[in-house]
C-alpha cells in the first residue's frame, strides 16, 4: 500500500492546514408531505487541504512519485492524520486494543490535569512485562510514542516502538518520555510498548503515538482512528511553484473515505 510521504524530519503535514468532515442522508418526500430521512454511512469523507512550503527536490519528487502512482484522482493511498493520537482508548486500558501481559491495571489514579482518569500499572511477576498495542502504521514511517508517568518509587521504565527502546527515569513528579523515529523498516504495522521491570509499580496517562518525530500537547482518543487506507487526490492536476534554488511549493486537496 501506498502512503502519503513525509517531509522534513518526519511531519506529514506544514501550517496551515485545513480539514473539513462531511457527511450525507438520502432524504424521501412522500405524496403526503411526509419526509423520511436516512443517514449514509459509506458516503462519509474528510476533505483535507494540504499547504507545502520549501520542499526539497526530493521530497517534491516523493510527492509527484505518488501522485503518478495513483493516477490522478483514480488511485488510492493511505494517510494519517497529522493532528490525530493514533492510539485506540488512550484512557482505557481494559480495551482489547492493548495488551497488558500480567501486568494489573487499575483505573482511577491522580492525573496531572487533577482528574483521575491516570492508570496504575502494577507488574507482580518475576519478569519485565509490557502494556503494548499494535497500529497500521507502517515500520517506515517516523512515528512518536509518548506518555506522562510518575512513581512513588523512583526508578526506570522503558518505551519501546518495535525494536527501537528508549530507557526513562520516572519519580514522584509527572515527567513526558517518549521514543521517536521508524520502526521495523518493511513492516505493515507497528507495534508500541510501555515496559514495566519485575515488581514495579507506576502510575501513567496520556498516551499517545503521533505520525511526527516529537510529541505534541496530549490528546485523549476512544476507539482507533486516524488512519484512512482509503484516500484520493481530490483533482488530476499537481501544480507545484518553484520558489528558489532546489526549493518548491504546492498546495494539494485530498479526500478520505470514512
Known sequence: ?????????????????QHRRKWRAIVNELENGERIALADPA??????????????EAEAAKLRALFAASKGSFGSFAFADPLANLLGWSEDLTRPDWQAGLLTATPGASDLLGTQKAWTLSNNSPGSQTLSQTMGIPGDYVGCFSAWIRADVPGAVTLERDTIQVTAAVGPAWKQSYVSGTGTAGAAHS??????????????????????????????????????????F?????????????LTACEITLVSRV
Open 43 to 56: 458516503a462519509g469523507r474528510i476533505e483535507w487541504r494540504l499547504s507545502y512550503r520549501d520542499l526539497s
Open 191 to 232: 507495534t508500541v510498548s510501555l515496559r514495566l521491570a519485575a515488581g514495579q509499580s507506576i502510575q501513567v496517562w496520556g498516551l499517545q503515538f503521533e505520525a511526527q518525530p516529537y510529541a505534541s500537547q496530549y490528546k485523549p482518543s476512544a476507539a482507533a482512528s486516524g488512519i484512512y487506507p482509503e484516500t484520493w
Open 234 to 246: 481530490a483533482t488530476d492536476e499537481l501544480t507545484m511553484t518553484s520558489t528558489g534554488v532546489g
Open 1 to 17: 500500500m501506498n502512503w502519503i510521504p513525509q517531509i522534513g524530519a518526519g511531519s506529514i503535514a506544514q501550517f496551515p492546514l
